[in-house]
């Protein structure tokens, strides 16, 4: 089931970097970092990936720690259309087809 | 990536009865899952749907009432049955691609009301 520990909610203004933190401590060598946002009344929509080093995409950035116990997903710039629940999930293992969710961070981008 | 749709996108049910949702994806995928979000929560895996065989539940979700079809690649439906007002949610289709580590895709949901 979920392993990650999120914060319940962060702010953001509009225009700075949104910094979202993710524990995994109990993550494992071959489960890999997953993170995914959902808008409300939509599916949850992807994000971005990576097992250890960091990973860049059109969206997000993912900093994982050496260690690989924790996470940051970073919205450059941040718009009002990023408020959203973000979900921090790992992904692998014995389970490694499933994706559970935690709880996630409720991000609210303020103008 | 795939596209995912969902139908009915939402219903008002009377208690006592069933529903079927379907989940139709535009590409062949290895994985289907069915996941239920309660208002306010987050989502809850209820079981990943196997092609030919028979669902996988988790813990707390029984096929008699989740009941899972997957008769081919690209579709799958679940079926809500003996509905009380607890089971209304959004229920949501996924799907992946390929095998190993790739992102699951989402459907929009289908808001069920059981009234």
């Known amino acids: 089931d979920a392993k990650t520990t999120q914060p319940p909610s962060m702010d953001c203004a509009e225009g700075r970097a949104a910094n979202l933190p993710c524990n995994h401590s109990?993550?494992?060598?071959?489960?890999?970092v997953y993170w995914y946002r959902q808008i409300h009344s939509q599916g949850p929509q992807y994000i971005i990936h990576g097992l250890k080093n960091n990973e860049t995409n059109e969206m997000a950035s993912l900093i994982i720690t050496e260690d690989r116990k924790s996470s940051t997903l970073i919205l450059p710039h941040a718009t009002l259309r990023d408020t959203a629940v973000y979900y921090c999930?790992?992904?692998?293992?014995?389970?490694?087809?499933?994706?559970?969710f935690g709880s996630g961070t409720k991000l609210n981008v303020k103008p | 990536s795939a596209v995912i749709s969902q139908k009915p996108s939402r219903d008002i049910c009377q208690r006592g009865t069933s529903l079927t949702i379907q989940c139709q994806v535009d590409?062949?995928?290895?994985?289907m899952f069915w996941y239920r979000q309660q208002p306010g929560q987050s989502l809850t895996l209820i079981a990943t749907?196997?092609?030919?065989?028979?669902?996988?539940?988790e813990s707390g979700f029984v096929i008699d009432k989740f009941p899972i079809s997957r008769p081919n690649l690209t579709f799958s439906t679940l079926t809500v049955s003996n509905m009380s007002p607890e089971d209304s949610s959004i229920y949501l289709c996924?799907?992946?691609?390929?095998?190993?580590?790739?992102?699951?895709?989402f459907g929009q949901g289908t808001r069920l009301t059981v009234v």
């Open positions: 109990t993550i494992s060598g071959n489960e890999y």
């Open positions: 996924s799907a992946a691609t390929g095998t190993g580590m790739t992102e699951a895709f």
């Open positions: 749907a196997n092609q030919g065989s028979e669902a996988t539940y």
């Open positions: 999930i790992v992904r692998g293992g014995y389970n490694f087809n499933k994706f559970y």
């Open positions: 590409s062949q995928v290895t994985m």
